[in-house]
């Protein structure tokens, strides 16, 4: 075994992690705290998560366990843009020579690869999709967990809402008992030829984030929940980072059985962690 895990910066649309090779260091994960305070962004390195790549722990043929920890230190199931992150590692890590990637996560196994210069990842089929939800706020909403719950809500212009007001009571609406994630999106005429416009407020953050790969995802599923047709379809997705994402949306027979998370994903640098990295505030 190797000495220390080697610690990379990468950033997904706009979304950044710092991701922790541990594939020689079975068991190895960072404590809550620990990445707390690695993603402070004027003390620590500053990332919106902190991605575990450990060894895989079955027979599956994985290529790495994915563990993932918001920026305060809580755990999350999934992240379509840590995902995305780990596997363009891994392929720079030599782990996937022909650009194919499969992670063991929470909620079994994820597969993504490597097209051009972007990274593609599998999101798990939406469960427990509801749709003309009565929101707090009397708003109306669209419910379905993509790898982590989501509330997808259309309004008439994103630029104009006050996010740090309207999202915190959505994100955790009592009648969702593991709180949610929230986008707020623009519908355009016609939701499957132009880019849709969205915002993204996530738990762990506790804050807005540059873009949220589950966001794009929700997004997506409650556009085609409500123009149903079975077959392919791609949305564009505009977020704050001005990265372009996509997502392929198969349905059959009026329910989105596949989701395809497109858009770059970039390696900043390798980090090499001083003694003062995981030092706690004043």
Known sequence: MSGAPRLFKLVAAGNDFVVVDAREHPGLEWSAEEARRACRRRRGIGADGVVTLGPPTGATGATARFHLRNSDGSRAAFSG??????????SHLGAAPEGDVTFETEGGLVAARLIAHDVEVDVAPPRDARLDLTLPDGSIGDHAIVGVPYLAVAVPDVDALDLASVAPPLRRWNALPEGANVAFYETPAAPFI???????????VEGETLSSGTGCAMVATALA?????????TVHLETRSRAPLSVRVTMRGGEVTALALRGDALLVGEIHAGPDLLLPDP
């Open 194 to 204: 132009h880019p849709v416009r969205m915002r993204s407020y996530e738990r762990g």
């Open 81 to 90: 843009n840590g995902a995305r992150c780990a596997a363009r590692l891994l």
């Open 225 to 233: 929940l409500r123009h149903p047709a079975d077959g392919e379809r």
